[in-house]
């Protein structure tokens, strides 16, 4: 009896190998300030692009937008390393999908952005007082300019992208390996517990083969020991 209340109790904590408690995430909170802090920044920005009519206001305004953007930039990365901390599935794919919306919301503006810096150049050039020529060939040299720069800010958004993408898999695998080296710990564990199971109930068959042989043993004797009886009183 002792035996099999063992084996079950074997048996049970195999089962309990697999129970794993729920961690709770604290990056969910700091993404959550990260995002109202950038909602916050995207809207001082709408507010340095506003058209204004002294030209040097403007300059200043442009200027202070730059340094915002960039700022958008940093609290999106940060909200992207915030969201990949997440252990829980479906909360870090929601949290993804938020930085994808935010990316694509600060690409937006910052064309809004690079238009508004365009139009204030251009309305600088007009107020120079320069020929129209001038102001033609200089316009013009804006304009190439400026494409230029869109160009080099689209490839910059691109490696960007693609650098957060990399991270994002790199911790993925990680997490990955680290998962399957847990599992081969428990199937080491529970191939120990097995073998330990294995080897008490070869035990208890051994212990029911020698109770069993004993049984017969004395069985064989009692009987010898009555024919014995039998024949002696027979013979007397």
Do not use: W
Not at 40 to 65: F, H, N
Not at 153 to 164: F, G, P, Q, V
């Amino acid at each position: 009896v002792a035996s099999h209340s063992n084996t079950q109790t074997s048996l049970q904590h195999i089962t309990n190998i697999f129970i794993k408690p729920n961690d709770m995430d604290s990056a969910y909170t700091q993404f959550e300030r990260y995002d109202v802090e950038f909602n916050s920044l995207t809207e001082q920005v709408k507010g340095t692009i506003a058209y204004e009519d002294d030209v040097e206001s403007q300059r200043k305004q442009l200027k202070l937008g730059a340094n915002l953007l960039t700022q958008c930039d940093d609290l999106i990365k940060q909200m992207g390393m915030e969201a990949r901390g997440v252990s829980e599935s479906a909360v870090k794919r929601e949290l993804l999908n938020k930085v994808r919306v935010c990316k694509a919301k600060l690409a937006n503006l910052r064309d809004d952005y690079n238009d508004a810096k365009q139009n204030a150049e251009r309305e600088a050039l007009l107020g120079d007082g320069e020929g129209n020529g001038n102001r033609a060939r200089l316009m013009d040299t804006n304009d190439r300019l400026q494409a230029q720069t869109d160009t080099l800010d689209r490839a910059r958004r691109i490696m960007s992208e693609t650098e957060e993408v990399a991270m994002e898999i790199t911790t993925e695998l990680g997490r990955n390996r680290e998962k399957i080296e847990s599992a081969h710990g428990r199937v080491y564990e529970v191939s120990g517990m097995t073998n330990q199971a294995r080897r008490l109930i070869m035990s208890m068959n051994r212990r029911e083969v020698q109770q069993k042989l004993v049984v017969y043993v004395v069985a064989m004797l009692l009987v010898g020991a009555v024919i014995f009886v039998i024949y002696f009183m027979h013979n007397r």
